[in-house]
């Protein structure tokens, strides 16, 4: 194991990198994105009601924070397994998870926000977390043992 990441040195320092990456978005989040719930979801959310929002503004603020998360993961997912085939299916699945997400999220948020705030929290964090990156991976390989 230590002899491939010595002899793949520069695809090793840029998978790190690409990690940092998706961490600097974290760390940077409440200064670079506009979104009320982060500080709503950290506080016993239950006994509040939701705050307003500008849905536009917090729509093209997921839109932007997805789209960060997407380009490093798919980034990644293709440095680390390189396979082309793979990195196109991932963004296709990236794409139609992203209106899924945001069609479902709207639809809680206009019509069934107060009663389903766990439902709005974990949409939200499926949109604004790449956990979608730590599925893929995993599935990766088990179809590539499989096969």
């Known amino acids: 194991m230590l002899k491939y990441l010595l002899n793949n ?28 719930y982060l500080d709503f979801f950290k506080s016993d959310f239950t006994n509040f009601p939701l705050p307003i929002v500008n849905k536009m503004k917090l ?15 798919i980034a990644f997912i293709q440095i680390a397994f390189q396979d082309i085939n793979f990195s196109k299916f991932v963004s296709t699945l990236y794409l139609f998870l992203f209106f899924v997400l945001i069609v479902v999220f709207y639809f809680v948020l206009a019509f069934y926000a107060e009663e389903n705030k766990m439902t709005l929290f974990y949409i939200r964090r499926f ?9 893929f991976i995993p599935g990766y390989l088990i179809q590539k043992r499989l096969n």
């Open 9 to 36: 040195k520069f695809r090793f320092f840029i998978l790190v990198s690409l990690v940092l990456f998706l961490a600097l978005i974290r760390i940077v989040e409440e200064s670079l994105f506009y979104d009320p």
């Open 59 to 73: 729509f093209l603020s997921l839109l932007f924070r997805y789209a960060l998360n997407t380009i490093v993961s």
């Open 127 to 135: 949109l604004i977390q790449p956990l979608f990156l730590l599925l």
